[in-house]
């Protein structure tokens, strides 16, 4: 069945860099698109950006481009989201999703990884 | 603000039939398909139904989803106390060339 893990809980100081994981199992990895979304404690979904591991073509969200890097190492079935320097705002749980489109723009999330929640504190 | 508006909340008794609504435009909803997502306490969300009105396997046929115009609406029959969770539309916006949810509808059981 299709499973997505993703890495543990981090802490961190404002300034420092951060990569997160999300690694796929039980389906072709590189034949589906991965979504990254946030939520902030108590507030809703907002999505960041999706990626097709197959090629790394990757689309971001006018709120999140320049703000992460999202990317994708296909021969480990895993996707990434970094920053290269954290702010407090950036606290929130992230999620990653299969996407099931065949375009970054249709289709649906279908399966979720359990979250990773960032914490940004100096 | 978010791009698709639900109501902050909704409830119902056991038993009752409620409808939770998204508003959107025709970037978004107007003109591509609305996926629904339920998100129940200190889980990930989970898909709830897709392309507008279909149910992924495993999900009761207690939840339906409809579409008109620029409106999309998630109905829940026969509520239950486990029905109670967050609530989220979501649909592509071609002019925001992104995803966008709309704020989700905290559902309570009365």
């Known amino acids: 069945d299709v499973k997505l893990v993703q890495s543990g809980a981090e802490v961190k100081k404002p300034g420092e860099s951060l990569r997160i994981s999300c690694k796929g199992s039980?389906?072709?990895?590189?034949?589906?698109?991965i979504a990254w979304v946030r939520q902030m404690s108590g507030k809703g979904l907002e999505w960041m950006g999706i990626i097709y591991p197959g090629d790394s073509d990757t689309r971001y969200s006018p709120s999140f481009r320049g703000q992460v890097t999202i990317s994708a190492d296909k021969s480990n079935s895993t996707a990434y989201v970094q920053w290269s320097s954290l702010k407090a705002s950036d606290t929130a749980m992230y999620y990653c999703?299969?996407?099931?489109?065949?375009?970054?723009?249709?289709?649906?999330?279908?399966?979720w990884g359990q979250g990773t929640l960032v914490t940004v504190s100096s | 603000q978010s791009v698709l508006t639900q109501p902050p909340s909704a409830s119902g008794t056991p038993g009752q039939r409620v409808t939770i609504s998204c508003s959107g435009s025709s970037s978004n909803i107007g003109s591509n398909s609305v996926n629904w997502y339920q998100q129940l306490p200190g889980t990930a969300p989970k898909l709830l139904i897709y392309s507008n009105s279909q149910r992924p396997s495993g999900v009761p046929d207690r939840f339906s989803g409809s579409k008109s115009g620029t409106s999309a609406s998630l109905a829940i029959s026969g509520l239950q106390s486990e029905d109670e969770a967050d609530y989220y539309c979501?649909?592509?916006?071609?002019?925001?060339?992104?995803?966008?949810f709309g704020g989700g509808t905290k559902l309570t059981v009365l």
């Open positions: 979501a649909a592509w916006d071609d002019s925001l060339n992104a995803w966008v």
């Open positions: 999703a299969r996407h099931s489109g065949r375009w970054y723009s249709s289709g649906w999330a279908d399966s």
């Open positions: 039980g389906y072709n990895f590189n034949t589906y698109w």
